[in-house]
DNA sequence: AATGAATGAGGATTCATTCAT
DNA sequence: GATGAATGAATCCTCATTCAT
């Protein structure tokens, strides 16, 4: 048995209890989705917890590995599209200018869409494709067919097109590019913005 | 027992002299393509070395860092496009069957043209950009006046959305999305192919 | 995605008031004596909470330290023996039958007695003296004079010498072993067998 | 790619050269004879590499993993029984004495032996099975017919019994407990002491 | 010029322990 | 008294980089 080396006796942060764990698991996502936007997936947990202001255990309780926590990410642009598909009078234009503002806005959401069908990477892993059909299903529910996009693959692989276009340093630049990509396809695009769903459900 | 790593009284590899340089670097670069195809361009430059058959000191001796590798495996896709663009009656849907081809063969030059344009990231080098607007100049001087892609920078723009989609496990899936990706954008592609020059130039 | 590990909005398990507390200490000793017996001393005190369902809190309320978790686990073993020893007309083979079982049955218990008499080890605690101490005070209280173990320290030395020969994936296979290992001392062993003491007196 | 941090400018001890690689691995072996005898094999390998003075990745570079320094380790104890068994006239008790002298010496090699035949514990490792077979045929090729020890399993079940029995704080304790072992059991030891091989054999 | 060993910082992960509720 | 989240030290392991030979 190794003898543990702890020291209780130094000066530690207060343990702030249990009413912290939703707001720490919410301070995660919100790191999570800064660091992974701005070093990409590969991005080391470590920094995702100190700028969540929490410690390596509290990552590693909320999410028991680098693929939860990215799932965690995504999974609220996945959402937003999914709402925005199902309100009243909800069109594949609009639904793709929600699209490409999560694009524009998140170098992990790029990822997700870009590698949509591709199984080579050992680190590929179900629940991207799991998202990514959720993606699918929501615009193509709104695609009429003689849409140009609406045959087979068309339209998953147009949204790779325009995922690989959406780079540059800033936002603004980025949904230039994408707008301008939509518009070398000939597909109509609304506006570009969020569709905000309000108050997460209580499930998170 | 396991295999010492070393041979302590052993000659050690003796030295081949200045004869072996040239020959070392094509050994790295061709361990570099290989090493970077199989696992992106993170993989560890160790691998390199080892499977180049050389010291790690070698590596560093012919590159100073790892963009220094990269650029010289990503040298010659761009070198056959561009010896692709000077041939007598070379016409662009052919330039961009080669350009896929490398596409298609290399994830490394994928990471190039998708990356063409950005800034953001820290470790956009120069030389990708000095690169990537080779492969630029190369096509454009082939790009007809009506052609679609004529205007201000549509044309690289198409090429970072075909880079995009070059995505799957097996070079027949990733050409056969590409191929898509063209269709989809209404251009004209030329047969997928390697543009082959010959030996390589010594300079390297 | 992963489950959440919190209900921040459900309501957590009710406490159950100080009732629970006996029960509580009686499923931790009984969790720790299978995680114990499963992955040795060394094992997570986490796991022993875990399968026990409690929390983490529970365990530190009732033993301060790792050694506590481990003295009440042993404490069983050893009160089974001096149990077996009051008996009307007991005899040491018989005695060292039920000690058997308890070197075949515990890994934990083999490691008590195998330290016995070793001061070496940090963790060397004194609780490991004071148990193997009244397994010693037990099984000499029927040790005729002329038997061969009664010089000395030769009675706990053949003990530690048996619990040195109790390894084995099986209950059976051990109990093989430790059998052949009496053989070759010449020390008659009565069956191997638990002495069951009935509910256990509510101390702990 | 996540950027690199290091700080080469930094004072950091001098490269020794490969010169060094030799005495380092003597250096780590020796280092891990100690921890190992201090703490068992579970001991920290960042200790071993510590006490040696070296960094952490040249334990790494010599020894790929835990089991193949623990290994490094026996693999010197084992040596020194398998040369005395060679020697002209060498007998059953003088080997003994040779296999206690490191039973009292070092733990890791009392682990070995102990855990003869057993392969209950997932790090149970082949290379613990092949030592403990070199000790036992070196053993056995000297026990007469008509050995107490002869029969079966006999043998190495006796020498795990005193391995069981060897704990103490110093060597002479230890020592005093394995002779006093062996007497109970019935078997002529010749005197306990290490049989120096001389210098390395060059492969270490 | 080649070799490959040394170096240690950094990232992932586990777990003992505390403490707010 | 129960609960289980928070905390971060410690360990394992990898690799970029340097430099003696």
Known sequence: MVAPLHMPDERR?????????????DALVAAAREVFAEHGLDAPLSAIARRAGVGQGVLYRHFPDRASVASAVLEENVRQIEA??????????????????HLTESAAFVGLLHAHGVVGRPDDLPYAM?????????????????????CGSDLMLAVAMVSGAVTGPTRAARERRAVSAWRLLGVEVG???????GPRPSTG
């Open 130 to 150: 799991a998202l990514s059909a959720r993606v699918e299903r929501a615009l193509r529910d709104h695609l009429g067919p003689g849409h140009p996009l609406a």
């Open 13 to 25: 942060p207060p343990n702030q209890g249990p009413k912290r764990a939703a707001h720490n698991r």
């Open 191 to 197: 506006p570009v913005r969020a569709f905000d769903t």
């Open 84 to 101: 925005a598909a199902v309100v009243e009078g909800a069109r594949l234009a609009g639904l793709l200018g929600v699209l490409t503002w």
